[in-house]
């Protein structure tokens, strides 16, 4: 089992909609949980982070964390043609001396 | 505040040659990672540095891949011999400090892409 899972896509939305990206993970103990967005031939830059169980928005943006489910996800509202992106999931692994691990992304496309 | 600086961007060699990656971390961020990110794929941590100490290298090849951090602010990350497998971009990322968590908040430069003939 992977460390960090995401579903790779293409995930299809529409301009508009919601977009919904989800990351699963393994380390129980993990506190700390970040998306980054990366468009095609850049670097990573981070969106959010959360740490806490619930919901935590900003703007558009609303990460939702569910420690015992092992699960964490992203939803864009209003999706825009500019959010089309690869988006990240990132968890710090503490049975690996805290080690920031990336999901292998997902894919988003949103149409005009 | 000037971000994370790498260099060079863009490296294509043959096999078995050798190369080097530099980066230099924004002003004042003691932790410096070295990140692999294969085409399709998540970025890897390579290596991690607080400071110019290493706090994590399970995942460096250490027959072929090297790195070092003089003096706690730049680093330089070199292969050699570079194989196949080794294209791919090396991100270079650092942080301030421990963030809330236990872990860093994360800031990448714009990364080194490797083609290996």
Known sequence: QKEVEQNSGPLSVPEGAIASLNCTYSDRGSQSFFWYRQYSGKSPELIMSIYSNGDKEDGRFTAQLNKASQYVSLLIRDSQPSDSATYLCAVNIRNAGNMLTFGGGTRLMVKP | ?117
């Open chain 2, 1 to 117: 505040e000037a971000g994370v600086a790498q260099s060079p961007r863009y490296k294509i060699i043959e096999k078995r040659q050798s190369v080097a990656f530099w980066c230099n971390p924004i002003s004042g961020h003691a932790t410096l990672y070295w990140y692999q990110q294969i085409l399709g794929q998540g970025p890897k941590l390579l290596i991690q540095f607080q400071n110019n100490g290493v706090v994590d290298d399970s995942q460096l090849p250490k027959d072929r891949f090297s790195a070092e951090r003089l003096k706690g602010v730049d680093s330089t990350l070199k292969i050699q011999p570079a194989k196949l497998e080794d294209s791919a971009v090396y991100l270079c990322a650092s942080s301030l400090g421990r963030g809330q968590g236990g872990a860093n908040v994360l800031t990448f430069g714009a990364g080194s892409r490797l083609t290996v003939l």
